[in-house]
Nanobody
């Protein structure tokens, strides 16, 4: 019943931009903490950004100033605006929903995978 469907990934040149979307259904979107996570080949899964029910946000250090997470409760949709993309950003990006976030959620969720996860959308940054 719970579904998280990501879209917007693709191939982009270094310095370019992409906007990822995640359409949620089957749960009370407004009451869930939401986030974006990614995993690149040969690397561990890591948190990218998250947004609370109060719209407060946090970011992984390497994407600060370049990425912006947002959501539209009326559309049950989560977004990730990615600017000044770098080859190091290449990864599968996942949308995650969790009703019970704790301290340091962006890091703990990356390893616990307790919340609901989408199927992912591939982002490739290459010239």
């Amino acid at each position: 019943q719970v579904q998280l469907v990501e879209s917007g990934g693709g191939l982009v040149q270094p310095g370019g931009s992409l906007r990822l979307s995640c359409v949620a259904s089957g749960f009370p979107f407004d009451d869930y903490h939401m986030g974006w996570f990614r995993q690149a080949p040969g690397k561990e899964r890591e948190g990218v950004a998250d947004i609370g029910t109060d719209y407060r946000t946090t970011y992984e250090d390497s994407v600060k100033g370049r990425f912006t997470i947002s959501k539209d409760n009326a559309k049950n949709t989560l977004y990730l605006q990615m600017n000044d993309l770098k080859p190091e950003d290449t990864a599968m990006y996942y949308c995650v929903a969790d009703p019970f976030p704790g301290a340091g959620w962006l890091k703990t969720e990356a390893t616990s995978t307790f919340g609901y996860w989408g199927q992912g959308t591939q982002v490739t940054v290459s010239s």
